[in-house]
């Protein structure tokens, strides 16, 4: 506890001056004092959890501290790493009004956690040295979870309480519903303080959602407790349950009961389980208390097939027979628990006494058809859902043995939905997807869901369709993408199980266009090549090439397929002396590409020996300057022109060699020397080689000028 500052300040400083002795002595004793009570002060207390919503995603720590408004918590996911860090403005605290304390609410964001373990610590004037955990609940999607019910604390000594919480505190579950009257004089803030005190382990290491019981401020509660809705009553969501919290205080309230009417309405969850202070059915001092609500609340219960009402106020443990007052008002003839409104029954419980005397149990009303289990002794009670599956066991408390269990099989009034289409296993389907299933009698709309994983633990669809003949849901899907999907049938009262899952793939893409690789585009080849290449083009599972002479391509020469996603090589057999055009485009189950870039090649052969045009053979009396000149041959590129001395093979004497050349005229000018016999011979080339040389021709040179020499 606290010390309490102002307080205990003035009575010390009155002590110190009453000792005598002078007055630096005293004013040190009163230093040291103030200076010990401001310490002592600052340290957090009154940690517990709460939350705006359901369990994990408003997960709420609330703390209280003295030394200002404004305090600051760092946390992580271990102790090693409080990554994350928050400034936290505080708030009053009116348990203790007259003092400057606040209370300081800080949400964590748990979207994407790497540890089911919080680990923090608190800053008050300086960081807590010593590291605090906690176990962060199951997701909220999760079907599988479990959570204790109990209440009736009010126990002013908190010696009780303290031995109920440490039992409550050693149980691993996701959450607490408190069931009222946690202060037994709400208005007394010492009372508080022993709460808060005694239980101080169990409420560090647990959620819980409290409801209002008679002994309680609302007032107080709505200050000291984080809670969702407008916290008189509210509702929270876990998996596949909805926990709606009424407030029976005041039962008459229109607003409350119109809401309750809402939420039962509109919820499509398996479980639905209320929870309040006042039972409707008991066996002590207190019965009757709520029988004029069966009308109201309790028609409510029944017409929406709640599943199970937890309570407190009375002092022991009791378990209800079946209980449906529409069905049969005096319960003789409802035998099972269930959410149908016409012929089963409501599971009521009375649970807790977790610091409260235990009250005498009337006999003869423990005798009503409305009972099934009474037992005077203190209670909690823990539930685990598991899918369809809700097991009770409840426990003493004191000893901490098991004292009555109870599992409970959720059951529509109609059958799941039976899926059509696209049949399980189903592989390349459209994108754009039909998914059909068969209607369902008594069933006005269907929910679907269709997700990525098995577990269904994110959808890409959560819809709910309206109407007894839509039993399709047409929507666009990612390509080669494996889905789950499953449907419910719904009505205004009841909700069947899911439909078996089934699971479909969409068919893939249309493939990528293929990219040209050999022969080069525009290619002049010799010999005519043999294969054409192109690169693997994503998602091909085979290709088809064509091959032509022109370049809309209606002289085709070849068109193929080729399968395989590694083929892209094709072999070909094509003629000589021809131009080629050739693309290819890939092709999967889903489509084919567009055709590639159209590319060309040339196949030429050497091409023929020219024809010499002049001099003409065995000219004589040539100039010293002479064009040789010989007729162009098609498809040459180049041309190699030789003048010899001699035509003996064995001897050949060549003058001039323009091989190195890559002469393209067909005549070409030499300086040649008087009256000298020359040979010449051409050759032409391209691509695909060199020709054979031309016939060789002769001419013979004009006779040098005479000298004269005398006279």
Known sequence: ????????????????????????????????????????????????????????????????????????????????????????????????????????????????????????????????????????????????????????????????????????????????????????????????????????TFLKNHLFYPTCGNHDDINRMMNQYVMPGTEKWYSFEMGNAIFICLYSEDPSNDTQLAWLDSVLKTTTKTWKIVFFHKPFFTASQHVGEMNNYKSTWWHLFDHYG????????????????????????????????????????????????????????????????????????????????????LTMRAYDITKDTLIDSLTLTATASFPAPTLLSPTNGATNQAIAATLKWDSVSKATNYRIQVSTDSSFSSTVKDSILTGISDTSLTLTLSNGTKYFWHVKAMNATDTSTWSTEWKFTTIVAAPAVPVLVSPANKATTRPVPDTLKWDTASRAASYRI???????????????????????????????????????????????????????????????????????????????????????????????????????????????????????????????????TYYWRVKAKNAGGAGAWSTIYKFTTILAAPVLKSP
């Open 306 to 389: 709640v599943n199970v009402v937890l309570n407190g106020h009375t002092h022991f443990y009791l378990r209800s027979r079946p209980i449906n007052l529409i069905a049969d008002a005096t319960n003789d003839t409802v035998s099972t628990y269930g959410s149908d409104s016409s012929t089963q029954g409501r599971l009521e419980m009375i649970t807790g006494v977790y610091g409260a005397a235990a009250n005498t149990i009337d006999n003869a009303v423990s005798a009503d058809s409305f009972i099934a289990v009474n037992k005077k002794l203190r209670s909690y009670s823990k539930f685990t859902i598991n899918g369809s599956i």
């Open 1 to 200: 506890m606290l010390l309490q500052r102002p307080f205990l300040v003035t009575v010390f400083v009155r002590t110190c001056f009453k000792w005598g002795g002078n007055a630096v002595k005293r004013i040190n004793r009163l230093l040291i004092f103030v200076f010990f009570c401001f310490c002592a002060a600052s340290a957090q207390d009154h940690i517990h959890w709460g939350s705006a919503g359901n369990p994990r995603d408003s997960l709420t720590i609330t703390w209280r501290s003295t030394t200002s408004s404004s305090d600051s918590i760092k946390w992580g996911y271990s102790a090693s790493s409080y990554s994350n860090k928050a400034q936290v403005t505080g708030r009053k605290d009116t348990i203790n009004s007259s003092s400057s304390y606040y209370l300081f609410d800080y949400k964590f964001d748990l979207s994407s956690p790497s540890s089911d373990t919080i680990h923090y610590l608190i800053y008050d004037g300086s960081w807590e040295t010593t590291d605090r955990t906690f176990h962060i609940p199951a997701k909220s999607d999760s079907t599988n979870f479990s959570f204790i019910a109990g209440g009736d604390i009010q126990d002013p000594t908190g010696i009780i309480w303290k031995t109920s919480s440490d039992t409550l505190n050693k149980q691993s579950v996701d959450f607490h519903l408190i069931l009222g009257d946690i202060i037994n004089t709400s208005t007394v803030d010492s009372e508080w303080v022993k709460w808060y005190d005694s239980g101080a």
């Open 546 to 676: 064509q091959v032509a002479k022109d370049t809309l391509f209606s002289t085709i020469v070849k068109d193929t397929t080729v399968s395989g996603i590694t083929d892209t090589v094709l072999t070909v057999n094509l003629s000589n002396d021809s131009s080629y055009f050739w693309h290819v485009k890939a092709i999967n189950v889903a489509d084919s590409s567009v055709w590639s870039t159209e590319w060309k090649f040339t196949d030429r052969a050497s091409p023929s020996a020219p024809s010499l045009a002049s001099p003409a053979n065995c000219a004589v009396s040539q100039p010293l300057s002479v064009t040789l000149k010989w007729d162009s041959v098609s498809f040459s590129t180049a041309y190699q022109i030789q003048i010899l001395t001699d035509t003996n093979s064995a001897t050949l004497k060549i003058r001039n060699d323009d091989s190195t050349s890559s002469l393209t005229d067909t005549s070409k000018a030499f300086t040649f020397s008087y009256d000298s």
